[in-house]
């Protein structure tokens, strides 16, 4: 069975700094990434990196966040710099299987409130 369990949300002054974590079990994953959801608005991407290790950013994150992983832990992790309020929202893990395209996982969601 296929989990992601995120952590390391919470509340940080404007111009503070978040590291989140996602670590998966049940499989070998292929792309992962982070999206995220504000209330009243659609979920996004914020960034999301291949199995390789390519990367690519939403424009309104660019030079702040920076998403890594490690594969041999499963984790994939979003460390998140200059944070601005507009960044406040619920952010969610997402993941596919190495190779299984059709697939898509999601992790439960973790809270990021950024205060001004």
């Known amino acids: 069975q296929v989990q992601l369990v995120e952590s390391g949300g919470g509340l940080v002054q404007a111009g503070g700094s978040l590291r989140l974590s996602c670590a998966g079990s049940g499989g070998i994953f292929g792309d992962m990434g982070w999206y995220r959801q504000a209330p009243g608005k659609q979920r996004e991407l914020v960034a999301g990196?291949?199995?390789?290790?390519?990367?690519n950013y939403a424009d309104s994150v660019k030079g702040r966040f920076t998403v890594s992983r490690d594969n041999g832990k499963k984790t994939v992790y979003l460390q998140m710099n200059s944070l601005k309020p507009e960044d406040s929202a619920v952010y969610y893990c997402?993941?596919?299987?190495?190779?299984?395209?059709?697939?898509?996982?999601w992790g439960q969601g973790t809270q990021v409130t950024v205060s001004s």
């Open positions: 990196i291949s199995n390789g290790g390519r990367t």
């Open positions: 997402n993941a596919r299987l190495f190779g299984v395209w059709s697939s898509e996982y």
